[in-house]
């Protein structure tokens, strides 16, 4: 709890105390410990334990509704979507401009340095041309 509160964080209480475990053995124990741990700002904020939704799993699932500040979010990346046209458009770009590069010639570290630039540019110019920009927002 002491580490917890070096960090800023508040243990959350769920709304009604049942066990968030349920064994299948007899004589065994319904119960577990589990924390939740929130931001201060997120102190009068309680979970709520939900045995009704736990089958086929032994574990009842904890949920917490946390409030959104009003603050406005705005920030915007550049992205590769996993498994799209566009990643694979990416790898195979990176993938023929290694190729096309000469590993050969090492002999000094100036050379090492143009090799690695080399790459750079092939990773950078793959990106840019792959690569999509999103926003995210609040």
């Known amino acids: 709890m002491d580490l917890a509160d070096s960090l800023g964080l508040v243990r959350s209480l ?4 049942v066990p968030t475990h349920y064994s299948d053995t007899d004589g ?3 119960s577990v410990i589990d924390l939740i741990f929130l931001d201060m700002s997120c102190a009068q904020v ?3 334990i939900e045995p009704n939704l736990r089958r ?3 574990h009842a699932p904890l949920l917490v509704d946390l409030p959104i500040s ?3 979010i705005r920030f915007s990346r550049k992205v590769l979507k996993c498994n799209s046209d566009e990643e694979n458009d990416f790898l195979s ?3 023929l401009g290694l190729r096309a590069l000469n590993f050969s010639r090492l002999d000094s570290a100036d050379d090492l340095d143009l090799l690695f630039k080399a790459i750079s540019r092939v990773i950078s110019n793959a990106w840019e041309a792959n690569a999509r920009n999103i926003t995210v927002t609040t």
């Open 14 to 17: 769920p709304e009604l105390s």
């Open 70 to 72: 009003s603050e406005n």
């Open 28 to 30: 065994h124990a319904n």
């Open 56 to 58: 086929p799993s032994d």
């Open 46 to 48: 309680l979970h709520c």
């Open 93 to 95: 770009s990176v993938t």
